[in-house]
């Protein structure tokens, strides 16, 4: 895969995908339901897969295919459930499934050492999701942000690179802030 770097038609379009992707991304923020979060997640990985079908970046494509399809998962058990704590079982059935999937788009669209940062991103985040614990949620977060963003950087998606880039120090800064507010509490009962 070369990197694309020359103004085309398809990297515009690329980038206004990538543009309404990180919108549609950060409106996920002005709710408060977990089922609107999901569903707004999956709208911007949505865009997010049209601007790398655009760029030619198939890796990235599959591997948010696969974040889509765990995204609906977890909807489709936050609808049955109806918001009530979601069964171990089944999370770890959907981490299976990722794992399985992200083998199998590696195994068919490896072509370069950079498509692994897309598949690797993707386990850490699913990891994250898994594992439930906000603090290592967080702590995690940081380096699948650094493989999107290094990932973004070689396949030319320029509103992905700074995007990413501020969600990277997003992500800094709200590691730095839970601690010190776990801190704070600890400090406040003692």
């Known amino acids: 895969m070369e990197i694309v770097w020359n103004i085309t038609a398809w990297f515009i379009v690329a980038q206004v995908l990538m543009l309404v992707a990180y919108a549609a991304q950060n409106s996920a923020y002005m ?6 979060i999901l569903v707004a997640n999956m709208i911007a990985i949505g865009f997010q897969m049209g601007a790398f079908a655009a760029l030619g970046a198939w890796t990235g494509f599959w591997m948010l295919g696969i974040s889509i399809s765990r995204s609906a998962a977890f909807l489709a058990n936050e609808l049955v459930t109806k918001g009530k704590p979601k069964n171990r079982i089944f999370d ?4 299976g499934g990722v794992v399985i999937g992200a083998v199998l788009v590696t195994v068919f669209t490896y072509e370069s050492w950079h498509d692994l940062l897309s598949v690797v ?3 850490v985040a699913s990891i994250g999701l898994w594992q439930r614990n906000v603090k290592i949620f967080r702590i995690l977060a940081i380096p699948m942000t650094m493989m999107w963003l290094v990932y973004m950087i070689v396949v030319g998606a320029l509103v992905g690179i700074v995007f990413e880039s501020i969600s990277l120090g997003v992500v800094i800064c709200s590691v730095i802030l839970y601690k010190k507010s776990v801190d704070k509490v600890t400090t406040d009962v003692a």
């Open 121 to 123: 991103a993707v386990l």
């Open 31 to 36: 709710v408060k339901q977990r089922v609107w």
């Open 92 to 95: 770890t059935i959907v981490l």
